[in-house]
Structures are given as C-alpha cells and as structure tokens.
C-alpha cells in the first residue's frame, strides 16, 4: 500500500444557525386543551385515541383537538400550514404521533 | 418530526411519539432543524401497528413519558442549547497509505462500504474541471441535516465513488433533482419503505459519457452507469447527512442505493414514441437526468412476442400497491408495441383504464391508509374494480435493454422530476479527454 495521499473531508459544512430551545413546559396539564396531531400513517391516530384515553383517566378537565396531515410532506411546507398555525394557537400542548 | 419542531417554534410544548428503534433518527432530524431539545418520547407499538392491544399497551407504557415530556422544567440545554460541535470540513483530514485511507474513511461513516478513490486535492480540481461554476457555489442545503451542497463538496464525492469529471454536470442537475420539492426527496431519503433514486439519462450526453442503454445497463460494468449512483448515494450520505440505520431507515434497505442509473435508448424509440425527457417537458436535443424513487424491480417476460401479449403480461404482473410505474422496454418490444398502434400516453392510460384488481387487495380496503390514497374515499365493497396505477399519467415507458423478450417494472410512489444538464463551454474538449476510457474485453 505504497505511496501516501492527503485527503479531503467529504462531509458537508452546515450554515452556522443558531439553535434553538423548546417550548417553555405547562406545570401541570389539568384542565388544558391538549392537541392531539397525526401523520396520517396507520398506527398513528389510534395512537392518539390511546394517549386521549389515558391522559383522560389521570387528569380532570382536559379537553383535545385533533389534526391529522392530509400530505406526505411537513405540514409547514403544504397549504395546510395556516390552518395548523391556527389549530395550534387553540390547544395548550401538542403530543404527536408519526406512527413508527 | 418536523412537524414537532414547527410546533415548538409557534410556540407550544410538544412531545412526539416513536417507536423505540427510531430515537436516533428523530434527534437527527429535530437536530439537523436547529432544535436540538425536541423531546422524543420513545414507545413500544410495532410500526404501523393495527393491533388496538398492542397500542393501548404501548402507549400505556409511555404515558408518564409523555406527561413528563410536556410538564418537566425546561434544562438549560434545552433552553439554550450549546452551539454543536463542528467536524473540521475544509483542507486536509487525514494523510495515510492507501489501506489507511479506507480505513479512516470507513470508521468515520464517509464511505457506502465500497473502498474509494482517496479524494486528494489534485484528484478533486481535475474533478471540478468538468463544470464552470465555483467551486463555493451552492446548490442548495440537503435534508435531513441541511448540509451545504457546494459544487467542491460534490466533487470530493464524485472522486470518491470513482466518477469521471465529465459526470460532473449531471451530479450537480442530480441535486438539483433531488432539492425540487416534486421529488419529495425528504420522505424517500430515509423512509422505512427504502426507496432508491432511480437515475433515467436522456439526451446527447448519454452517447458521449457512455452511459449504457442496452444488454445489462443497469448491472456492474460500466463506469458511468455504476458510479454516477454511487456518487449521488455518496452525497445523499455525507452532504445530506442520511446515514444507514442512523437516519435512513429503511426497513431492508435497497441495492439500488450503490447505483441504479441506465440511459435511455431514444434512437430505439419507434416512430411517434418520445423520450422521457420530451415527455417531461424538455427539448430532444437537451440533456437531462431523471429521479423517481422505486422501492422494488420486477422482470417478466411477455405471454406473447406481439404487442397483445406484451400488455397481457406486463398487466397480469402489475400490483395494486405503489401506484407508480417506470416500465422499461427493451427495443423489441418497442417495436412490436408501436406495430400494434400503441403509444407511450396509451400504453399508460390503457394500463390504468384496464389493469385493476378487487378492491380487497387494496390496502385502503382494509383500513390501511396507503400513503398515495390519503385522504381518498376508500372503495365500498370488496368486488369493486380499482385501478393499479394512481392516475393515467403515473406510468412512464423508458427504451432501454438488449436482445431478449424480459422487460423491467419499478415501482414507486413519486412522480419523475427532471432536470437540464448544464453543460460547460469547453464541454467538447472535456468529452474528447475521457471518451477513450472504455473496457477492451478480451476474447476467449
């Protein structure tokens, strides 16, 4: 394995964005509108029908809202972006499901 | 997961729920979209799970997860997190033998398990000789970790998957191929489903980097064919940063990930056939690359040599799945198609019109929402006849293949996105340099 060679990275650089934090968290769920979001495979709305039902059996007064993707993209990058903004203006968390 | 950083960004906690094998891949994600902090609530119901029992236990399991994933104070790191380590991506990496280079490259994930051509600085300026645009320009950030694709970074691939410079021009139309949001490459990229860009050459530039259209194009041998794929699978990994396992979840993977590349035989498209790219929209004397994303490769062969059993087989053979079809033809059954008075257009819409199953093997039928059909009204009884293809345009027929009577079918979801290939001015001379490499098979 003679001869020697100097090599270059083939790694792509990334843009320096800056990162950013989550949300600030609710100190507690009672009586919260929780959200409740799917992507549209199988398993993910009754996913959801199961986290309703055992959020439910733990806390009083909650109340939920669904909203399913109807595209196989982010729903940022389809029509449906202002009507999830708005979705997500209503409810106080959101738990997702993607169903792998 | 996007959609879980989307959320956080307007404003409100969210937890997302995964299978447990998928944790890696979510944090890349929420990571490769600046937000770090997104909490993944890890579960145990099998993928696309329709056992409600198997569900409730999960998610039962999971619950307190959950809770805590939307009440537990924020750290610090998650409020703020740290600026991420950046791996050193300009000047020299590593200097070493050839063995040691394989092995540098391989343990720090660059390689798609093949050795490489060490990408020295001399070896990546020869490859940047095949395009007139800066080595800085960008040709966009690809997914999942919005790595910058410059043309440098392109090159440093293509050397390493064995490219000539002159397949320079059509990598750079390859990424732009796959940055149009038509080829929604950011679900095929990494999806379970382990879907292959499928690369279909049209245009001069096919006779003039010999990219192979017949007997056996789309098996080793040539090196067009074989490492014009295996350069974009590079990029694909190290520019996009969709690592097998890590963030490409294929289920089983594809071996149309290492090169799945042919040329079409335009001149073997009987009269009244055009090529795919005229089919697309571009000129016929315009070189163009295509990228549709099939997950599998059937071969039949037909139930007659004339164009009835032609059809007869390739709709006997069709499945009531993906819906998208890129049917490859070799000549001769071109010819006997277009004989018996077929077209591309009415080879598809015949297909889609004719070719139809019960709707009991649909996976809509049985509640399964297919990932075409969301959001279509599902058929009523089990005996109602639905088409095998989505729409009369979802099928396109490529040219392409030697003598014999086999003919191809890949199966997709996407539609085909194709690109025009830009050439250099001094494209001619840069031809002339590297035609003459071609194998002299011995006789024996």
Known sequence: ?100 | MYDTVFTERLGRPAAVLVNEGFGFDARSAASGKGMPGVRVVAETVPCECTMPGRITSGVRAAIDDVVAALTRPLSQEERSPATRRADPTDGVVFKGDLQEVQRFYYRRGWTDGLPVIPPTEAAVQEMLAGTELPADHLVGRMIPRLGRVTVRKIAVNAVMAGALPTYLPLLVAGVEALLDPRAAFGTWEVSTGSWAPFWIVNGPIREQLHVESGTGALSPGSIANATIGRAMGLIVKNLGGARKGLEDMGVLGNPGKYSMVIAENEEANPAGWEPLHVQQGFRRDESCLTVSFPNTYLQIWPYGSDDKGIMRAIGANMVPRWRQLTLLVPPGHAQALADGGWTKEEIASYLYEHARVPAYRTPEFWGVPSIVHRGSRPPLNAEDSVPMLRRPDSLRVVVAGGPGTFMGLAYGSSGWVTKPVCLPARWESLVRTYRGLVPDYLRY
């Open chain 1, 1 to 100: 394995m003679g001869g020697s060679y100097e090599v270059l990275s083939p790694w792509a650089e990334v843009d320096p964005v800056p990162l950013e934090g989550i949300s600030p968290r609710l100190p507690d769920l009672r009586g919260r509108r929780i959200g409740l979001f799917h992507n549209g495979k199988v398993a993910a709305a009754p996913i959801l029908d199961a986290v309703q039902a055992e959020l439910s059996g733990r806390f009083d007064g909650l109340t939920f809202a669904r909203f399913g993707r109807s595209a196989n993209l982010e729903v940022a990058e389809t029509p449906d972006r202002s009507r999830y903004e708005e979705w997500v203006n209503e409810v106080d968390a959101v738990v997702l499901a993607v169903g792998d």
